[in-house]
Nanobody, 118 residues
């Protein structure tokens, strides 16, 4: 089993910055892709950013260069630096990881609230 624990959410004014962090723990063999998703109540969860072992990244279209995802493979951590935040970025942000040991299994964190005020 792998556990993902997020930290770093909170309240920030529009135009401000926040940094989210996520640490994986448990019996870890190989974590392939890590990333962040977000969800607003009543809407579908959407991709924010992902990063794979070799550092290749992928971002949601709405990011538009404002966010940067990074990863420490040795520590099994992933971070999301969010700059120039907009009110529309308000959501619960979830850490996600694919873990491989004989089969691929996905894991989710418990979520951290990000609120951007105008």
């Amino acid at each position: 089993q792998v556990q993902l624990v997020e930290s770093g959410g909170g309240l920030v004014q529009a135009g401000g910055s926040l940094r989210l962090s996520c640490a994986a723990s448990g019996t870890i063999f190989r974590i392939t892709r890590m990333g962040w998703y977000r969800q607003v109540s009543g809407k579908q969860r959407e991709l924010v950013a992902t990063i794979i072992n070799d550092g290749t990244t992928n971002y949601g279209e709405f990011v538009k260069g404002r966010f940067t995802i990074s990863r420490d493979n040795a520590k099994n951590t992933v971070a999301l630096q969010m700059n120039n935040l907009e009110v529309e970025d308000t959501a619960v942000y979830y850490c996600h990881a694919y873990h491989y040991r004989m089969a691929l299994t996905e894991y989710w964190g418990q979520g951290t609230q990000v609120t951007v005020s105008s």
